[in-house]
């Protein structure tokens, strides 16, 4: 909880989020900078930073903000380790590949403050368009790579991934994976170190920081020097370790796969040697070699890629050890691991049977979901992206409807079927501009405003400029809903509370040259369907700003001022043709077979399904009281 991450009482043992305990972290490594953009599972690090910074405002100064996208982040925190400061930016994995270009060559600068770039990887999709193994990021960048293995190392590591920037000069990408992330557990404190944020002199020194060929060719052969320093170091480091008995056979485990490998060594009563590895790039080949070179048998315990595997089998070639890893079968290359799974592999290697039936256990755990109803996720009551793909529907033929990654992604269920592709944030108007050369449709493409601002705004030049003929939607419900309400450059909010200056997307829209632009309230849904015809019809490029607070938030917000929500009712000149239940499925109408009716604790009061109503049944239930 938040009252416990800015606790200063040192020593103390408090429950902690994964997120929480990085965001400890990084008050007691006494970060200058946090950037971010939102995104699962990182999220919970900026949101609670931001509460952090206003809390600790006096004792702790830093400066905190949500970036436009990832890579803008990434820079930011990258510009204050220029100037000496320690900066810290958060992400999701692929959140990294929008920070890519600039990790590679800021590798090549290195760190002068502090620098660590948390990357909050996925494993089993819980909330991603892919599972990626962002350990490569460090390989490919040549950019050292920590993975805490549970909360306290969470917090923990933090300060040693800074110390380990600050010693060897570069970069340091902190991972973790979903279950860190989001699972919660005992942290003893540290210090909140005091101090201010001051700023310091502008230190020039062009020969490292400005990537012409001619520097960036002198810093290769420093870059790689340092690898071979730091792969040293962690050979020696307090990160990784040794623990059990003496044997033949071993066990190698990496992030949080250590915990999954030690409580299926405890059931299989078994005491072997285990491998600890939280510095997995570069990877302290003298500690694995000296493991290795005592044994017969390894298992290899890691998530998603063969990551560790491919290098210790690289190393095994001078000794005589079987390896059991993912390449021959014996643990799986995707999905989140857990203990069944350590369990099942590293019984494998030993000949043993698992101590627990986990097949059936999950063959039952199959069974009773599949009895269960399904509950796939559905717009809230009142949501305007509903509202908006309705007037879309209604209009639509065949168009190609490109979208987008957020909440209005869900437009993909029926009854709208409105998003016939999403690819990557900023991918929806960059797809639209190939689908227009290339198909006979007519293209319409929708994004949110976090994503217009993130990602779409270059492939909305690109249409401007080589004249597309598409219509763009912004899905603009004023906030960066899906990953949990974080502000955005068109919010008149900012990471720290200050004062913002917010950037309004007509005007970026109209500054680009576009010449139709319409701003419209999707609740009004005759307007919203007179756009998109218009839109439509107008050769080139359109767009429609679909303007409308996401529900939540608009139930907040007249929850704040006193204002009661007016729901409205279904009246007995209902028909039962159940068109506001088939054609625009508002989670807040009822209909079990047989009565239909609205639940008022649930209905937002937007009135979108009154319009939907071809027999007016539908009515305010202010208007019927009168
Ligand atoms: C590169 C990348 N960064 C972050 C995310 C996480 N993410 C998914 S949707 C989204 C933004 C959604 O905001 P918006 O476009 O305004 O749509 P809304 O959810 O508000 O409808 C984010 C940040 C992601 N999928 N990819
Ligand atoms: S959170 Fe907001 S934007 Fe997302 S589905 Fe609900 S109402 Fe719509
Ligand atoms: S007014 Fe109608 S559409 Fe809007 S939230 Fe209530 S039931 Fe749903």
């Given at each position: ?6 606790k ?6 408090v429950?902690?989020?994964g ?6 972290g ?5 970060i200058d900078?946090?950037?971010a ?5 990182s999220s ?6 931001s ?5 600790l405002k006096?004792?702790m100064?830093?400066?905190?903000e949500?970036?436009v996208?990832?890579k803008?982040?990434f820079?930011?925190?990258?510009g204050?380790?220029?100037a ?5 930016c958060?992400m999701?994995?692929v ?8 990790l590679?060559s800021?590798?090549?600068i290195?760190?002068?403050?502090g620098?660590?770039?948390l ?8 909330s ?22 549970n ?6 590591y933090?300060?040693?991934a ?6 060897f000069?570069?970069p340091v ?5 979903t279950?860190l ?11 909140i170190?005091?101090?201010?944020l ?7 020194n ?11 060719r ?7 020097e340092?690898?071979?320093?730091i ?7 307090d ?8 044997s ?5 485990a990496s992030?949080?796969s250590?915990?999954?490998a030690?409580?299926?060594?405890r059931r ?6 285990l ?6 790039f570069p ?18 315990v890691e998530e ?23 390449e021959?079968?014996y643990f799986p290359m ?7 799974v350590?369990?099942?592999g590293i ?6 049977s698992?101590?627990?039936d986990?097949d059936?256990?999950?063959q039952?755990?199959?069974?009773t979901?599949?009895i ?7 717009f809230?009551p ?14 639509a ?13 869900l ?5 709208f ?19 227009a050369?290339?198909v006979k ?10 994503t217009?601002?993130?990602g779409?705004?270059?492939a909305?030049i690109?249409?401007v400029?080589n004249r ?10 004023s906030?960066?809903?899906m990953?949990?309400?974080q ?7 900012r990471?720290?509370g200050?004062m913002?200056?917010?950037?309004r997307?007509?005007?970026?829209v109209?500054?680009?040259?576009v010449?139709?632009v319409?701003?419209v ?20 490029v359109?767009?429609i700003?679909a303007?409308q ?6 139930n907040?917000?007249r ?6 929500i007016?729901p409205f ?16 499925a ?5 209909y079990?077979?047989e009565?239909?009716?609205i639940d008022?604790a ?21 208007v019927?009281?009168k």
């Amino acid at each position: 909880m938040l009252k416990d991450v800015v606790k200063d009482s040192p020593g103390e043992r408090v429950f902690l989020l994964g997120n929480e305990a990085i965001a400890r972290g990084a008050i007691e490594a006494g970060i200058d900078v946090y950037s971010a953009y939102p995104g699962t599972p990182s999220s919970e690090v900026v949101d609670t930073l931001s509460e952090v910074c206003r809390l600790l405002k006096d004792r702790m100064e830093f400066y905190l903000e949500y970036s436009v996208n990832e890579k803008v982040a990434f820079e930011v925190a990258a510009g204050a380790s220029m100037a000496g400061k320690r900066g810290m930016c958060g992400m999701k994995h692929v959140g990294v590949n929008v920070a890519a270009d600039a990790l590679f060559s800021f590798a090549y600068i290195g760190a002068k403050g502090g620098f660590v770039l948390l990357s909050a990887d996925d494993p089993s999709m819980h909330s991603s368009q892919n599972e990626q193994d962002n350990r490569w990021y460090g390989k490919a960048a040549k950019v050292p790579v920590i993975e805490p293995t549970n909360p306290q190392e969470a917090k923990d590591y933090v300060a040693k991934a800074f110390e380990i920037s600050e010693k060897f000069e570069s970069p340091v990408i902190f991972r973790t994976v979903t279950r860190l992330n989001h699972a919660s557990g005992v942290v003893e404190l540290g210090e909140i170190p005091e101090k201010k944020l001051e700023k310091v002199d502008w230190e020039k020194n062009a020969q490292q920081f400005v990537m012409v060929p001619a520097n960036a060719r002198r810093r290769k052969p420093i870059l790689l020097e340092k690898l071979e320093k730091i792969e040293k170091f962690f050979n020696k480091s307090d990160l990784n370790w040794i623990e059990g008995g003496d044997s033949r056979t071993g066990v190698i485990a990496s992030g949080v796969s250590y915990r999954y490998a030690r409580e299926a060594l405890r059931r299989l009563n078994s005491d072997l040697p285990l491998l600890k590895l939280s510095t997995t790039f570069p990877l302290p080949s003298k500690l694995l070699e000296d493991f290795i070179s005592q044994l017969d048998k390894v298992a290899i315990v890691e998530e998603l890629d063969p990551f560790v595997e491919l290098h210790v089998k690289a190393l095994a070639k001078e000794y005589d050890v079987e390896i059991y890893g993912k390449e021959n079968g014996y643990f799986p290359m995707n999905y989140e691991y857990n203990v069944a799974v350590a369990e099942k592999g590293i019984a494998g290697m030993l000949g043993k049977s698992v101590t627990f039936d986990y097949d059936s256990a999950l063959q039952r755990v199959a069974e009773t979901s599949a009895i269960a109803p399904p509950r796939p996720p559905v717009f809230c009551p009142g949501c305007p992206h509903a509202a908006s793909y309705y007037a879309l529907k209604n209009v639509a033929g065949d168009e190609a409807l490109p979208s987008d990654i957020g909440c209005y992604t869900l437009g993909i269920n029926k009854p709208f079927e409105t998003v016939d592709i999403t690819l990557c944030m900023g991918g929806g108007f960059g797809t639209a501009n190939g689908l227009a050369r290339v198909v006979k449709n007519k293209v319409i493409a929708t994004a949110g405003d976090s994503t217009f601002f993130h990602g779409s705004v270059p492939a909305l030049i690109n249409a401007v400029y080589n004249r597309a003929n598409v219509v763009f939607i912004v899905l603009d419900n004023s906030t960066t809903a899906m990953t949990g309400h974080q502000p955005h450059p068109g919010m008149d909010k900012r990471g720290c509370g200050e004062m913002p200056h917010s950037v309004r997307i007509e005007d970026v829209v109209k500054g680009l040259g576009v010449e139709f632009v319409e701003v419209v309230n999707p609740y009004n849904l005759k307007r919203m369907e007179k756009a998109l015809n218009d839109a439509l019809n107008h050769e080139g490029v359109s767009v429609i700003i679909a303007r409308q607070l996401c529900a939540i938030l608009w139930n907040r917000e007249r929850k704040k001022k006193g204002v009661k929500i007016k729901p409205f009712v279904i009246t007995d000149e209902c028909v039962k043709c159940l068109k506001c239940v088939t054609s625009f499925a508002c989670p807040a109408i009822m209909y079990d077979g047989e009565n239909i009716w609205i639940d008022e604790a649930m209905c937002a009061g937007c009135g979108v399904c009154a319009q939907v109503c071809p027999v007016n049944a539908i009515k305010s239930s202010a208007v019927k009281a009168k």
